[in-house]
C-alpha cells in the first residue's frame, strides 16, 4: 500500500487537473464551447480507444471496443447529449496507442481518450483530465520461473516498455539514478510489450501493475507470468479530453458526479474488475481505498450528507 500522503497527493493533483481543465474557455456560438458545438454539428462524439489495455479498453473477439474506461466516456456521451440538447448522439470509435493518444486530443481526432492514461502535471499542461477513474503504479511482469524479484535484480538485463507511457520515463530514470546499466527497448503498445517478454526478446516487461494483469488474464498466462517489485511511479488515471473548455469539463464532472450520486461508480467497476467480463476472464481485483475515496466525493445525493 502506498505512504496516506501519497494517496492524498494524487488525488488532489486529479483535482487540479481538471479544474485546470476549465480555466480558458471561449464560447462558441450557440453557447457551446468549441468542442461541444462541433459534436452539435456533426451529431457524433468521437472516442478514442485502446486495443490493449484490459479491462479498460481492449477489443472482444469480434473487434468491438469494450472496457471500463469506454463505458465512463459512454456515460459523458450521453450527458454531453442532454448539454446540446441531441439525445440520439452517434459514438464514433477511433483507435489510439500510448504514443498518440495525446497528440490525437491536441488534433481534434477525437474528442474524449478512453484509455488507461495517467493523469498527471506535465501532461495536464497540454489536456484536461475527468475525476479520478483509477489508480495504478509501474511494477514488473517476469517469467515465473525468473528470480527477478525487483528492478535491481534487472542489471545489465533487457526490460521492455510501451512508446509514450509514464512506465516509460520511470524506467529512465530508475536506470539513471540506480546505475543499473539496463537495455530498455521499446514496444508499439501493451500488446506488443507482451509479445516482446513471451518470444524471449527481453527479460522483464515494465507498465502499470492492472494492465500486466490484465494482459495475463486475457492471454489465460497465469502459470507463465507473475507481477513483481515495488511500486515505481504513482498512476492516477482519468479520461483525457481537450483544454481549455470549462463547458466541457463540467459536463464530465457532472456526469462523474450522477453516477456517484446514483450509486453506479462500484458497481461499474465490479463489472470489469471483479465479475467475469464479457469476454470471460475475471480479473478479481477489489477496489482500492484511496479510489473508493474518489467514488464517495462524487456522491452528492441526500444519504452521503446525513
Given amino acids: 500500500m502506498r505512504p496516506l500522503t501519497a494517496i492524498s497527493s494524487g488525488l488532489l ?41 484490459p479491462p479498460f479498453s481492449f477489443l472482444d473477439p469480434s ?36 504514443d498518440d493518444r495525446i497528440d490525437a486530443v491536441l488534433q481534434n481526432k477525437i474528442d474524449l481518450e478512453c484509455g488507461s492514461t495517467t493523469a498527471n502535471s506535465e501532461r495536464g499542461k497540454r489536456v484536461a483530465f475527468s475525476p479520478l477513474m483509477f489508480v495504478a503504479g509501474t511494477k514488473l511482469m517476469v517469467p515465473k520461473a525468473s528470480s527477478v524479484q525487483q528492478l535491481a535484480d534487472l542489471k545489465g538485463k533487457t526490460i521492455v516498455v510501451t512508446k509514450g507511457t ?47 494483469s490484465g494482459l495475463i488474464v486475457r ?17 492516477p488515471y482519468g479520461i483525457m479530453f481537450r483544454k481549455g473548455e470549462p463547458q466541457l469539463a463540467a459536463v464530465v464532472e457532472r456526469t462523474f458526479r450522477k453516477l456517484g450520486s446514483n450509486h453506479d461508480l462500484v458497481p461499474l467497476y465490479n463489472k470489469w474488475f471483479i465479475a467475469r467480463m464479457p469476454t470471460g ?21 441526500a444519504s452521503a450528507n446525513n
Fill in 281 to 301: 476472464e475475471k480479473m478479481n481485483v477489489p477496489i482500492s481505498l484511496q479510489l473508493e475515496e474518489a467514488f464517495k466525493a462524487m456522491d452528492d445525493s
Fill in 63 to 98: 473487434g468491438r471496443p469494450i472496457g471500463y474506461s469506454l463505458e465512463l466516456c459512454e456515460a459523458i456521451v450521453e450527458e454531453i447529449g442532454v448539454e446540446v440538447d441531441d439525445p440520439n448522439l452517434r459514438i464514433d470509435y477511433v483507435k489510439v496507442t500510448s
Fill in 166 to 212: 509514464t512506465n516509460e520515463q520511470a524506467i529512465q530514470a530508475a536506470d539513471k539514478k540506480l546505475s543499473l546499466g539496463l537495455n530498455i527497448v521499446v514496444g508499439a503498445d501493451h500488446e506488443q510489450s507482451y509479445q516482446m517478454l513471451a518470444d524471449g526478446k527481453a527479460d522483464a516487461f515494465a507498465t502499470d501493475d492492472i494492465l500486466l
Fill in 13 to 53: 493533483l486529479a483535482a487540479c487537473l481538471l479544474a485546470s481543465g476549465a480555466s480558458a474557455q471561449t464560447g462558441g456560438s450557440e453557447g457551446l464551447s468549441p468542442t461541444l458545438l462541433a459534436i452539435k454539428n456533426a451529431h457524433a462524439v468521437r472516442l478514442g480507444y485502446r486495443e490493449s489495455s
Fill in 219 to 235: 492471454h489465460k498466462s497465469q502459470d507463465k507470468f507473475r507481477v513483481t517489485g515495488d511500486f515505481l511511479s504513482y498512476d
